[in-house]
């Protein structure tokens, strides 16, 4: 049974909050926030790479479903993104997140530690964590030997793109991290919240699903 | 009575200035509309005494929101210390948090306000402030929604608002008599 809404379906009418994602090449995908605004309008909230943090209008391309909480907190998280929305926060792309917070802001990240950075999924995390709610058990996460692999790659896209020196140095120097994969914070984002957090093992089997809609 | 007015701002300040009615009410009609909105306004007022703030410009009877300007005060306010204006702090989006329906679910956009506002005084460093506004709300009369903007607003900096999990324990008191499932709206709080 399919977890998520395929392409062309958008957040159902009675939801405020929903996080959407669809496969962005290759074995890349990407994930961001819906929210709804008061006009009916639903709008992606996504970090698309390095200091590139965007505010678009819905695309049917994406496969999406509602966050696994009640509509009143989903309401009280779409006026909080919405104001993210609205301070246009500088937001550094990297792997580690720790130090990485919106608190003391409004909707402005505080500078980031040298070297720290969000990812798509971990924005979405980040967010969530801010008012309280962690849909993953992230203690439990394992550095994993394919993460590796795929932060080489994605400093060298940073450095293609013209990313600060210093920055791609910091994030070289921190060595190996965690890595949240867009499809693990989907899964557990749109599971019901009373199951939160979700540990790494039945994170993998929700994710397996989310990946099976994107595919389908 | 039903009144036709919740919102101070939307009422025409000709109903103020002699109380005719001029705009087709009786003048019975207006008295009343009258005293609701001043037993509002003074809500407001005594809600945010605490805070000692200095209203500017204001027209009598009508906080317009666009008028409201609040000098905020620190606690040394007795030793007749005032903030400067470039420091003065916008608290109109108190208004509306605070005039909230308990029935009626808010728009995005004053949720937004809601959560702008509270971001600004984390921004200042204002937690005295904040507590006092947290301290200072009557959630018997606010949305839930609201409610819990306020709460999950201030959560990055809990540790610095003195009364912040006694007002989270009061929302959750409320959210219970109002047969809601405070376990689960205040996931993560708790």
Request: glycine letters at 6%.
């Amino acid at each position: 049974m399919p977890v998520l809404n395929g392409p062309g379906s958008s957040l159902e009418e009675s939801h405020y909050l929903g996080v959407a994602i669809k496969n962005a090449g290759g074995d890349q995908n990407h994930c961001g926030l819906l929210y709804r605004l008061d006009d009916g309008e639903v709008r992606m909230l996504h970090l698309a790479f390095h200091f590139d943090l965007r505010d678009d209008e819905w695309r049917p391309d994406y496969c999406c479903a509602p966050v696994g909480f009640e509509l009143e907190n989903q309401l009280v998280v779409a006026a909080f993104a919405n104001a993210v929305a609205n301070a246009e926060p500088n937001v550094p792309y990297g792997f580690d997140a720790n130090g990485m917070v919106f608190d003391r802001s409004s909707g402005e990240l505080l500078e980031a530690p040298a070297g720290k950075g969000l990812t798509c999924a971990t924005f979405v995390l980040a967010l969530l964590r801010t008012l309280g709610f962690e849909p993953l058990d992230e203690a439990s996460w394992p550095v994993r030997d394919d993460d590796e692999e795929w932060q080489a790659k994605i400093l060298e896209l940073m450095k293609a793109n013209d990313a600060n020196e210093d920055h791609i140095e910091a994030v070289t120097r921190n060595g190996q991290s965690k890595r949240f994969r867009p499809e693990e914070v989907v899964g557990a984002s749109i599971t019901d919240s009373d199951e939160w957090s979700i540990e790494f093992d039945k994170a993998q089997e929700i994710a397996q699903k989310v990946l099976e809609d994107i595919a389908a | 009575m039903q009144l036709e007015y919740s919102d101070p701002t939307t009422v025409p300040r000709e109903m103020y200035s002699d109380g005719s009615s001029r705009t087709g009410y009786t003048t019975i009609s207006n008295q009343l509309i009258h005293e609701a909105l001043k037993q509002q306004i003074e809500h407001c007022l005594a809600a945010l005494q605490a805070v000692s703030f200095h209203l500017v410009d204001r027209t009598p009877g009508m906080p317009d929101r666009s008028m409201l300007r609040h000098v905020v005060t620190s606690n040394s306010a007795s030793e007749g210390y005032v903030q400067s204006n470039e420091d003065a702090t916008d608290l109109s989006w108190l208004f509306a948090a605070y005039n909230s329906v308990e029935s009626e679910k808010p728009s995005v956009k004053n949720l937004t306000n809601t959560v702008q506002g509270i971001n600004e005084l984390i921004q200042k460093g204002k937690f005295d402030l904040l507590a006092k506004i947290l301290g200072s709300a009557k959630l018997s009369q606010m949305s839930n929604e609201t409610m819990l903007a306020f709460a999950r607003s201030s959560f990055p900096v809990r540790e610095q608002i003195a009364n912040w999990k006694t007002f989270v324990a009061e929302v959750q008191s409320e959210l219970d008599r109002r047969e809601k499932n405070s376990a689960r709206l205040l996931k993560g709080l708790v």
